[in-house]
């Protein structure tokens, strides 16, 4: 009889032992979150630069944009022309033009040219928003 008490009793144990051992292991996750970051900005009629009847621009100072994000990450650029209620994305044609866009360290240019290749363009009449999103990453291994 106190050879079952013993064996019960250090199975007991080890069972203790056994959940409290396994209950205080802890599984650590790091996670790394990229980060997406955007700005609206005010594109007057006064601000387009002519560069001929065919291309128009205006450059955007976005200092934000590091050589970080040029070199893993990504810049989206979407253009409203009713103030903001609605954004379409660049490139995109309306009315015959061409919007296009183009980024390099700290700045954020748009570009304006005829979508069939032919005619001219003139500069916008009106306020048009370009909302700028960066987005941040980790290369890929």
């Known amino acids: 009889m106190r050879k079952h008490v013993l064996v019960r009793n250090i199975a007991l144990l080890f069972l203790c032992v056994s959940v409290f051992g396994m209950g205080s292991c ?3 996750i790091t996670q790394v979150v990229n980060q997406g970051f ?3 900005y005010t594109i007057k009629a006064s601000d387009w630069k002519v560069n001929s009847s065919t291309y128009i621009n205006v450059e955007l100072a976005v200092k934000e944009l590091d050589q970080v994000i040029l070199d893993h990450g990504g810049v989206s650029v979407y253009i409203s022309f009713d103030g ?4 379409e994305a660049v490139p995109e044609v309306v009315g015959n033009v061409a919007y296009g866009s183009y980024h390099y360290l700290g700045t954020v240019g748009i570009d304006l040219s005829p979508a069939d290749g032919t005619g001219s363009v003139t500069t916008p009449t009106g306020d048009i928003l370009a909302k700028i999103v960066l987005l941040d990453a980790q290369p890929l291994d």
Not at 84 to 87: D, E, L
């Open 26 to 28: 802890k599984k650590e």
């Open 84 to 87: 903001g209620k609605t954004y």
């Open 38 to 40: 955007s700005a609206i």
